[in-house]
């Protein structure tokens, strides 16, 4: 009798353990959720992000219990880190490189599996979402905050509101803001209560209106195909009504922006065609007093004649290093700065053309298994509120990436946190329902 008694009582001691450890790792998840986006905090960052790890692992070692549900990333992560460290020997930075590499490269492949592996239930992975939005709201908050105190205005570009992480630049706010638009966007339609639509409604709003006062252009265009996706996905739904609703009121606020806003600077500047384009010296795209759009077009026309005399030469993995490989000249020195800003032309640029085929390759994976469950699952499901979210924010996060390298730092680990949550929540719980059901 004692016995058994003292069996239950270790038992009970055992499963306490697990619920501890589960419950300490989701709060260090929900820590990095929420600090992500806010600059100076490396150190919170760091203890949030390898704490579960050494918890993920403590845990299997109690359990004994570790099973490896495989995705369809594996393949293309480990080619293109093959690629990344293939170029350490021509990189112009040796060290550079393998800094990155560790950085920006293993430390995010690092996070998704953490965050695949730790969401045991849907509850989970709703829970950092909810976190999620409670930061925008703060973030969004903080903006318009730090934008008054600038007196900034809101239908000229008189101060950029970059929330809690680069106030006064805007570019990184933005790409934040179209990450997280997406997954409040389409709870609007997954859920069933009221009040929660309600308040997401009213969480959209103030995302939008932050979003809109951080004024660049790319997040904006960004955002703009976004709501393309979203109409023709509700399309796809036969959600008719509310894709004409959107539709209309895209139609009307691209027309304010065009003609009145944003891009107004864009009608009297000229861009060369393609075919002049590929003609000129970067110093004369650039100009005499060069527009951010212009000190963009001659980078990337650096980067293409570089890339043209060897395609398959690397000059090493790091988005840091573009200056280093270059020579600049008191001519071309007002618009050459380390990064190239834009993500694939960076890729080719650091990896080679086989680089960049493997880096599309990886996108290309991520797409198609969101898409896959898209389609595959239920129209009110979990599964199907986050491939469509996921999908979402993919295309406005690399479309971002065409206009900037932010492929990297807090961007690129709230992506593969998002992709991890996800793919934990979509693929990962139910396959191992599968499986213990085969083993009863």
Not at 256 to 282: C, D, W
């Amino acid at each position: 009798m004692n016995t058994v008694k003292t069996e239950n009582m270790a038992t009970k001691e055992y499963v306490k353990k697990i619920i501890y450890i589960d419950h300490a790792i989701l709060f260090c998840m929900g820590i990095l959720i929420f600090i992500l986006p806010i600059a100076h905090t490396a150190t919170i960052r760091s203890f949030a992000l390898f704490t579960p790890v050494f918890l993920l692992i403590m845990r299997y070692y109690l359990t004994k219990d570790f099973t490896w549900v495989k995705t369809s990333f594996e393949w293309p992560f480990f080619a293109f880190f093959l690629t990344a460290v293939a170029s350490l020997p021509t990189s112009v930075n040796f060290y550079e490189s393998l800094k990155e590499i560790w950085g920006e490269l293993l430390t995010p492949i690092l996070l998704f599996y953490m965050a695949y592996f730790a969401i045991k239930k849907e509850t989970d992975g709703l829970l950092l979402l909810k976190i999620l939005f409670l930061g925008s709201l703060i973030f969004s908050l903080y903006s318009f905050y730090d934008f008054y105190k600038h007196s900034g205005t809101w239908f000229s570009t008189t101060y950029k509101a970059g929330g809690l992480r680069d106030p006064g630049g805007g570019e990184v706010a933005a790409i934040y803001h179209t990450m997280v638009i997406p997954f409040i966007f389409w709870g609007l339609f997954y859920l069933k209560n009221n009040w929660q639509r309600f308040l997401l409604a009213v969480l959209l709003v103030i995302n939008l209106l932050a979003f809109h006062i951080t004024f660049v252009r790319a997040g904006m265009l960004a955002l703009g195909i976004q709501v393309i996706l979203i109409i023709g996905l509700l399309m796809f739904e036969r959600r008719w009504l509310w894709s004409f609703i959107i539709t209309g009121v895209f139609i009307l606020v691209s027309f304010v922006y065009i003609e009145n806003k944003m891009f107004r600077e864009m009608h009297t500047e000229r861009i060369p065609t393609l075919q002049e384009y590929m003609k000129m010296s970067p110093e004369d795209i650039a100009g005499t007093s060069p527009t951010s759009m212009r000190q963009r077009l001659a980078m990337w026309k650096i980067a293409i004649d570089k890339i043209s005399e060897n395609p398959f030469y690397p000059h090493g993995y790091g988005r840091f290093l573009f200056k280093k490989s270059i020579m600049t000249t008191e001519r071309n020195e007002d618009f050459i700065y380390p990064q190239i800003h834009n993500t694939f032309i960076g890729i080719a640029f650091e990896l080679g053309i086989q680089g960049l085929i493997i880096f599309l390759w990886m996108i290309g994976t991520f797409t198609w298994v969101c898409w896959r469950y898209w389609r595959k699952s239920q129209d009110s499901s979990i599964s199907r509120y986050l491939s469509a979210s996921l999908f979402t924010m993919m295309l406005g996060y690399w479309v971002n990436n065409f206009f900037g390298s932010f492929d990297g730092d807090d961007s690129k680990l709230l992506f593969m946190m998002l992709l991890g949550i996800g793919m934990a929540v979509m693929h990962r719980l139910p396959r191992e329902g599968k499986f213990l059901k085969q083993s009863q």
